[in-house]
């Protein structure tokens, strides 16, 4: 079944030590997102992906990079995680942002990450 | 700005009872999008609804209803006879498509607790 994939599901690392994250699609959308969850919190955007072009959200810290090297595969790397890194990230795609019909956003399982 | 309140922080119903999730949002756009998601324990974000602006029939999908009320701006959502694996967080979320590239805008949730 066409889906979005995130590896790991849980993933645990050490302050400072540098981590990513994945995230791939079978769905063949132009558009993919990356969003911070904190428990018992609404998901935050962190950024997104329209094909290759990258919009940061303003609030998104420098800590946090992406990369698209594909239409199937984007990452998310976190540069030097902190305590207040942990959390719940979901990656999402959607066909395209910008028709008049505003497509969906179909979420991954995200990657619960820990960090110690 | 856009804005999603849901008001009900958590709701606790027993088995077979009838629940409403309530949804009001803001914006200025005569053209949005309005979406339910569910998010299990397991984390995922299950897409439920989409319903556009200019839509304001009510939808009904096996045990659950919307009802969109734009005097009101209000989307609500209903589970008739609750069961124990409706038990999950439920966010509310908007988009305003015309704009460009918006981003989902999520209500704070409500957690649904069925108990057997």
């Known amino acids: 079944d066409a889906m979005v994939i995130q590896n790991p599901r849980y993933q645990v690392t050490q302050f400072g030590k540098p981590v990513t994250l994945s995230c791939s699609q079978t769905l063949n959308h132009n558009v993919m997102y990356w969003y911070q969850q904190k428990s018992s919190q609404a998901p935050k955007l962190l950024f997104h992906y329209y094909d290759k072009d990258f919009n940061n959200e303003a609030d998104t810290p420098d800590n946090f990079q992406s990369r698209r090297p594909n239409t199937s595969f984007c990452f998310l790397d976190i540069r030097s995680p902190g305590l207040g890194d942990a959390a719940m990230y979901l990656c999402a795609t959607s066909r395209d942002v910008r028709t008049p019909s505003t497509d969906t956003q179909y979420f991954g399982p995200g990657t619960r990450l820990t960090v110690l | 700005a856009q804005k999603v309140t849901q008001a009900q922080t958590e709701i606790s119903v027993v088995e077979k009872e009838d629940v409403t999730l309530d949804c009001v949002y803001e914006t200025r756009d005569t053209t949005y999008y309005l979406f339910w998601y569910k998010q299990p324990p397991s984390g995922e974000l299950v897409f439920l609804i989409r319903?556009?602006?200019?839509?304001?029939q009510n939808e009904i999908s096996g045990r659950y209803s919307w009802n969109f009320q734009k005097s009101t701006s209000s989307f609500n959502f209903t589970i008739t006879a609750s069961q124990v694996v409706d038990s999950a967080v439920y966010f509310c979320a908007l988009s305003e498509s015309l704009s460009g590239n918006t981003p989902l805008v999520f209500g704070k949730g409500t957690r649904l607790s069925v108990i057997a």
């Open positions: 319903r556009n602006s200019f839509d304001e």
